[in-house]
Nanobody, 132 residues
Framework: QVQLVESGGGSVQAGGSLRLSCAAS??????????MAWFRQAPGKEREGVAA???????SYADFVKGRFTISKDNTKNTLYLQMASPKPDDTAMYYC????????????????????????WGQGTQVTVSS
């Protein structure tokens, strides 16, 4: 059973930086073949895709984080990262990581930001609060 555990959330001032991590387990030797993504959900709003990465390292980003956030994946540590640079108060949300291994899903990642109905496995989330 694939399990995802996010960490690294907290409070940060606008213009600062924060790095989120998502530790994965239960993949066996297949972690490198999975595509993964970050989503976020603010109170009263729908969950939205932030960034995604496929098994070859191709990435996609939502327009509202392009140039500020960077997604990366360390296959030796089975860990996904989201480096948040210059966060804004609007970035305040619960951040979730997600994973899937199906080719029809992963093939879409370089073409568009991720959608929540694509992914099978989800973490419990980590809260990020950005103050002005």
């Amino acid at each position: 059973q694939v399990q995802l555990v996010e960490s690294g959330g907290g409070s940060v001032q606008a213009g600062g930086s924060l790095r989120l991590s998502c530790a994965a387990s239960g993949y066996g030797y297949g972690y490198s073949t999975y595509c993964m993504a970050w989503f976020r959900q603010a109170p009263g709003k729908e969950r939205e895709g932030v960034a995604a990465i496929d098994s070859e390292g191709s990435t996609s980003y939502a327009d509202f984080v392009k140039g500020r956030f960077t997604i990366s994946k360390d296959n030796t540590k089975n860990t996904l990262y989201l480096q948040m640079a210059s966060p804004k108060p609007d970035d305040t949300a619960m951040y979730y990581c997600a994973a899937d291994s199906r080719d029809p899903i992963c093939d879409q990642i370089p073409q568009m930001p991720p959608r929540s109905n694509w992914f099978t496995y989800w973490g419990q989330g980590t809260q990020v609060t950005v103050s002005s």
